[in-house]
């Protein structure tokens, strides 16, 4: 074996941010287990009759969706060596049956196994990987066994350009990242809770960077009108634009969004908020006991679920500072 192959079907799996980063650092932790130093990916978004895109509707309505995922990849560096899209099933056949003894392979499916599938049963959580693949099994397996996961990292470039960026409008505070979103659901970020937090730490050491989609902004330019806080979309909106600015805080504050598994692999402390875990599906995708809140495998994150208001989150954030400050941590990337 030579490389770790990777397959992201469309057809099959979301198009969502957090989900295929799960994905990548599943491939990281293959490499690694098994001593390798490349990994193969392969993108298929077939959009043939007898394929089932779930991402279709987020690709056509929000181009620039299908551009970052693409390029997600980039979080693992040089150990990425060839990266493929195919837009038909039957081409990419052709290449599963080419190279598949060369290669272990994530999902586990066997060397016959063809594309399209006649049925998708995203209930099938196996935990060899056949089914439905987003698991964590591999993670948990590999952190058991090693105490670490392999780190994910922005490219360097970018990470040089959003530490100028943070230094700049930080001043010397405390450079702290809050991540907010706007969902009409029951993960929307309550705007109430973040101002009072933000009002409270008005007159702090500590500096904010505001991150949410460039849709979003003018649902929390209030925010802006603290001086120690700063919008990052009104003046750069890359997605690894934001993922650089997390790896460079020295703690983050997150809801329940695609931005949280960059948190777990990059290694950085981390705070989340969140109203509601999950359901049955959650707890078997994630292999999460009712009694966790958060993967053993990111040491770093310190998740709350359920209601929660300005005070828990000031008393939480507070807790865990003083407890990064207390032990002599420091950021290694600032």
Known sequence: MDSVLGVYNYMQMPGFMGDQIVFLEILNVLREGNGLKKIDICYIEDRGPRARNHCTAIFDYRPEAKRYLFS????????????????????FNDYWEANYDRCIVWPR????????????????????????????NPL????????????????????????????????GNVPIVLQVRKRFDCRDTSLGVWEGFLNHYRNS?????ILCHSYEVEFFRQFGDFENVTLTKDYLSDVFFDMACLQLAYLSV????????????????????????????NFKMTGL???ESSPRFAPTFREFWGVYDTELVVKEFQGYFDELRLSGYTNSNW
């Open 205 to 209: 050491e500590f500096h904010f960077f």
């Open 72 to 91: 997600l990849h980039q979080l693992l560096g040089v150990y990425v060596n060839e990266v493929h899209h195919f837009s038909s099933s039957e081409r």
């Open 140 to 171: 948990y397996d590999f952190y058991d066994e090693c105490g670490y996961l392999p780190k994910m990292a922005c490219p360097e470039d970018i990470v040089d350009k959003a530490r100028v960026f943070m230094s700049k409008h930080s001043k």
């Open 254 to 281: 997150f809801p329940n969004g695609g931005l949280v598994p960059f948190g777990w692999f990059a290694g950085i402390p981390g705070l989340l908020f969140g109203r509601l875990l999950g359901d049955g599906h």
């Open 109 to 136: 499916h066997p060397k016959e196994h063809r594309w399209p599938v006649s049925k998708i049963d995203t209930d099938d959580y196996s935990v060899d990987g056949t089914g439905f693949h987003h698991i964590f």
């Open 289 to 291: 006991k009712d009694h």
